[in-house]
């Protein structure tokens, strides 16, 4: 049995009864998903069982003279009878809920694979943390992980994920959904309702072996909730500050009785403001609609087939600027205006997920997703404010975009033996295409008063055509991956792949079109030492790459940019309650774009001859310390470096990457006596000085942020909570680009919740 559900130590404790109890009581504690067939377990006696163990060991205790059997099929115990098929027990793996340190991750290896064996360094936000934290945002579930700045452009009511990691954009390239990337085009990114998830998965590095192209911090891949047979029946209202109304509910269960046919449904409504205000005017809004319908049919214990559905329309106030006074004080006086200022997005997915057992030890499987967006952005974009005569000139600026987009990932997973050593090999073809069109307008906007702002203005859609692109991009992906365990202790991960790419840019306004194809080989190489004990130290390389867009001064393509890491750690995991991680990296991006220089002199062309360098320390602890207090600690140091430039900042430090970063949380439950059923939390999250410009001429300030919650559990039906972020409403601001342009962070915010469960 592979996976983290074998290699977790358990603590069980089961008395001699019913088989039928045993077993729920032990999926209950491994955090697996059981569905019976009660005939196959009828007049059935399990024996006492007690004593540290893996799951493995504890089926295998509790079947022993049942007449079951079972086996292991990806991540699926199957357990039948071992004479004739009067009845089926399906044991289904997911991430519990009750789980406080996450176990396994099947993003960074597309395997299953404990966290602990793969040589890289991993973060996993479950179910459980989200809940706790009552995100409202994939921005706000990372504040968190080691290694990821947030807020980079402050609080955006477009609910864009702006974030680096290890140094690096991640919003572009690095936005995964189950398994699958979300491909964008200008400003047209597919939006995610973290309310629909099960885990987020942070896999730090290059992560390009696997996925395809992506910039060289890593990538984040958002778990989408399976149809669960236990049942899941949960209705939630939620009010909070800045008149803040949210329903929600998530409802799950078998659609027959041997569960055959499961169904999930998650669906959420906003009608919310936030925190910006037009002086004497409305709020800027913050409004969504969402709905998930998913299906899971499982004919048999070889064969899944899920299909996914989900629509997600999001209505607000489009950009935000905010005046900024000399020396980068945000203010809270708004540079848009109210009757133009507005973004809508609609968005629709559909797709499957299929696995179909071979063999005995060969599994195949099909990950797809087609999905469109419609976009339309109103932005009132301010120039420099002019001091003296106290006003800010303006350009109203509008985008009119519509994207399609597809992913296929084909994956074949061989579990075999040669002589004593043991290989998961994975091989795959992935395919992704996309087609969007793009088009922006602009004019001329009245100028805006700076100490007597005038907002309300009769501001018409900008006719001028700036731009109006159609492009296709296709990529295809070929790799491989062996995990090999050469002995109990060595553990050898190493993978390939080579990627096409294609992209073809047509300028309907000039009739103009460029292509850009190219092709790239990347790789990656882990040696992991499993000591035996919990502790495993490694030492790993891998590979990224990302196309450069645009022609040089010879009209040629650029070579895409590169990027490669070394990185050497060390990982704890001695029980189920702790997972420690401790990583040393230092990441190299080659072919960088920079400016051309004939003379000493630019000529307005680019070159891709700039490099970046990023090293650092990363550390993570999640850990159960006892039946009553659970905690999350992180702390980053990340140093940056433009080592090529022709842009006259060479030896300065990356933008908008802080040096160091702190957070910890923590959770303290009650069991008993008068508390009993209440739960309090608090966090507290540290984010270093850095610069808001690759020049280093902009510092911005660092700043200490806390946050809290409460849940009291009623009864089993009943639970209310409240959350706060940012608890003392400290003013901070998430970047600056500008000594007058800086982005406000998010002020206090104040969220209670009723959830019903039935």
């Known amino acids: 049995m592979s996976g983290a559900y074998a290699a977790a130590t358990l603590a069980v404790s089961l008395p001699a009864q019913p088989l039928s109890t045993s077993l729920n009581q032990l999926a209950r504690q491994a955090g697996v998903q059981l569905i019976a067939a009660p005939a196959s377990l009828d007049g059935k006696t399990a024996p006492a069982v007690s004593g540290p163990m893996s799951l493995e060991q504890a089926l295998g205790q509790l079947l022993a003279g049942s007449g079951l059997e079972w086996k292991l099929i990806g991540g699926t115990v199957s357990i039948t009878p071992s004479a004739s098929g009067d009845g089926t027990l399906t044991v289904t793996a997911s991430v519990s809920n009750a789980a406080a340190v996450p176990q396994q991750s099947l993003t960074a290896t597309k395997t299953d694979t404990p966290l602990i064996e793969v040589p890289q360094s991993v973060s996993v936000i479950t179910r459980e943390q989200l809940d706790r934290q009552n995100v409202q945002t994939v921005t706000e579930a990372l504040r968190y992980v080691p290694g990821v700045k947030t807020e980079t452009y402050g609080v955006d009511p477009k609910g864009y994920d702006w974030i680096y990691i290890r140094g690096f954009n991640a919003l572009t390239t690095n936005d995964y959904r189950d398994g699958l990337r979300q491909l964008n085009n200008s400003y047209s990114y597919f939006r995610t309702e973290p309310y629909a998830l099960e885990r987020i998965d942070i896999v730090r590095g290059p992560s390009s072996t696997l996925f395809g192209l992506g910039?060289?911090?890593?990538?984040?891949?958002?778990?989408?909730?399976?149809?669960?047979?236990?049942?899941?029946?949960?209705?939630?209202?939620?009010?909070?500050?800045?008149?803040?109304?949210?329903?929600?509910?998530?409802?799950?269960?078998?659609?027959?009785?041997?569960?055959?046919?499961?169904?999930?449904?998650?669906?959420?409504?906003?009608?919310?403001?936030?925190?910006?205000?037009?002086?004497?005017?409305?709020?800027?809004?913050?409004?969504?609609?969402?709905?998930?319908?998913?299906?899971?049919?499982?004919?048999?214990?070889?064969?899944?087939?899920?299909?996914?559905?989900?629509?997600?329309?999001?209505?607000?106030?489009?950009?935000?600027?905010?005046?900024?006074?000399?020396?980068?004080?945000?203010?809270?006086?708004?540079?848009?205006?109210?009757?133009?200022?507005?973004?809508?997005?609609?968005?629709?997915?559909?797709?499957?997920?299929?696995?179909?057992?071979?063999?005995?030890?060969?599994?195949?499987?099909?990950?797809?997703?087609?999905?469109?967006?419609?976009?339309?952005?109103?932005?009132?974009?301010?120039?420099?404010?002019?001091?003296?005569?106290?006003?800010?000139?303006?350009?109203?600026?509008?985008?009119?975009?519509?994207?399609?987009?597809?992913?296929?990932?084909?994956?074949?997973?061989?579990?075999?033996?040669?002589?004593?050593?043991?290989?998961?090999?994975?091989?795959?073809?992935?395919?992704?295409?996309?087609?969007?069109?793009?088009?922006?307008?602009?004019?001329?906007?009245?100028?805006?008063?700076?100490?007597?702002?005038?907002?309300?203005?009769?501001?018409?859609?900008?006719?001028?055509?700036?731009?109006?692109?159609?492009q296709t991009t296709a990529q295809l992906g070929v790799y491989v991956q062996d995990q090999i365990h050469l002995t109990d202790q060595w553990l050898l991960t190493l993978g390939g792949r080579h990627d096409d790419i294609s992209m073809r840019t047509q300028n309907n306004l000039t009739s103009n079109t460029s292509w850009i194809d190219k092709e790239a080989w990347t790789g990656r190489a882990g040696l992991t030492y499993l000591v035996g004990n919990g502790l495993a130290p490694y030492i790993s390389y891998a590979e990224s790459f990302i196309p450069n867009s645009g022609t040089d001064s010879q009209n040629r393509t650029f070579d895409p940019s590169k990027a490669h890491q070394y990185e050497v750690g060390v990982k704890y995991q001695p029980d189920s309650n702790l997972l420690m991680t401790l990583a040393a990296f230092e990441i190299t991006k080659s072919n960088v774009l920079t400016n051309e220089l004939v003379n000493g002199t630019a000529t307005g062309y680019q070159v891709a001859s700039g490099e970046v360098r990023s090293r650092g320390i990363e550390w993570e602890t999640q850990a159960k310390l006892t039946d009553n207090l659970d905690a999350l600690a992180s702390y980053s140091w990340t140093d940056t470096e433009i080592t090529k430039s022709n842009n006259g900042d060479e030896g300065k430090q990356q933008a908008n990457v802080p040096k160091n970063m702190a957070s910890a949380w923590l959770n303290y439950g009650f069991h008993q006596g008068l508390f009993d059923g209440l739960m309090l939390s608090t966090g507290v999250r540290y984010v270093g000085s850095m610069y808001g410009d690759n020049a280093n001429t902009i510092q911005v300030k660092n700043f200490t942020l806390m946050d809290a919650g409460a849940k009291y559990q009623v009864n089993k039906n009943i639970q209310v909570g409240v959350n706060v972020q940012n608890l003392f409403d400290r003013h901070y601001v998430g970047t600056c680009d500008g000594d007058t342009s800086c982005y406000p962070g998010q002020e206090r915010t104040v969220i209670g919740s009723l959830k019903l469960n039935f």
């Open 215 to 470: 910039d060289a911090g890593g990538i984040v891949n958002r778990v989408s909730k399976m149809p669960d047979a236990r049942g899941v029946h949960e209705v939630e209202v939620q009010l909070g500050n800045f008149n803040r109304r949210q329903a929600q509910f998530d409802m799950s269960d078998k659609l027959d009785e041997d569960g055959e046919w499961l169904y999930r449904v998650v669906g959420l409504a906003r009608d919310s403001d936030t925190q910006f205000q037009y002086r004497d005017g409305p709020h800027v809004e913050d409004n969504r609609v969402y709905l998930a319908p998913t299906v899971t049919w499982i004919p048999s214990s070889d064969t899944s087939l899920t299909l996914r559905a989900d629509y997600l329309r999001d209505t607000s106030g489009g950009t935000i600027a905010v005046l900024t006074t000399p020396g980068g004080r945000a203010t809270d006086t708004l540079l848009g205006d109210y009757s133009y200022n507005r973004f809508r997005q609609e968005q629709y997915s559909v797709g499957y997920e299929f696995s179909q057992q071979l063999g005995e030890n060969v599994k195949f499987r099909q990950n797809l997703r087609y999905g469109q967006t419609d976009t339309i952005l109103n932005n009132l974009l301010p120039g420099s404010p002019d001091f003296t005569t106290n006003t800010i000139s303006r350009n109203a600026i509008r985008f009119d975009e519509h994207m399609k987009a597809f992913n296929v990932d084909n994956q074949l997973q061989m579990d075999f033996n040669t002589a004593s050593v043991a290989h998961t090999l994975l091989a795959g073809v992935d395919y992704s295409w996309l087609d969007g069109n793009a088009k922006r307008f602009g004019a001329v906007a009245p100028a805006l008063s700076i100490t007597n702002p005038v907002y309300g203005l009769n501001i018409a859609d900008p006719t001028y055509a700036l731009n109006n692109n159609d």
